[in-house]
């Protein structure tokens, strides 16, 4: 049974960083993709960002790319998200979430094409 558990969210001042981890545990992590989308009340699930079962390959969304980083240690289990400069616009919960099997290039987005979720964890960024 795959579970993926989020944390590192909070409260936090416009400008300011946090860090996301996400642990997987239930089949072999460093054989699979792993993603972070983001959901406020008002919108749907979205994307924020992709990681390939290497680390070679990093997909961010465009209102994150260059303030947000991606990354995985295979060794833990575990996939990050580094968030700077955040701005009162990036306030949501945040998911984790692993595909069932390989991803094609195009699916990387839809978050139906990920089987596994976490809990979410909440990012509120003050102004």
């Known amino acids: 049974q795959v579970q993926l558990v989020e944390s590192g969210g909070g409260l936090v001042q416009a400008g300011g960083s946090l860090r996301l981890s996400c642990v997987a545990t239930g089949r072999a992590f460093s054989s699979y993709a792993m993603a972070w989308f983001r959901q406020t009340p008002w919108k749907e699930r979205d994307i924020v960002a992709f990681?390939?079962?290497?680390?070679?390959?990093?997909y961010y969304a465009d209102s994150v790319r260059v303030r947000f980083t991606i990354s995985r240690d295979n060794a833990k289990n575990s996939v990050y998200l580094q968030m700077n400069s955040l701005k009162p616009e990036d306030t949501a919960v945040y998911y984790c979430?692993?595909?069932?099997?390989?991803?094609?290039?195009?699916?990387?987005?839809?978050?139906?094409?990920?089987?596994?979720w976490g809990q979410g964890t909440q990012v509120t960024v003050s102004s």
């Open positions: 990681i390939s079962w290497s680390g070679d390959g990093t």
């Open positions: 979430a692993q595909p069932l099997g390989p991803m094609g290039v195009m699916s990387v987005r839809s978050e139906k094409s990920y089987e596994y």
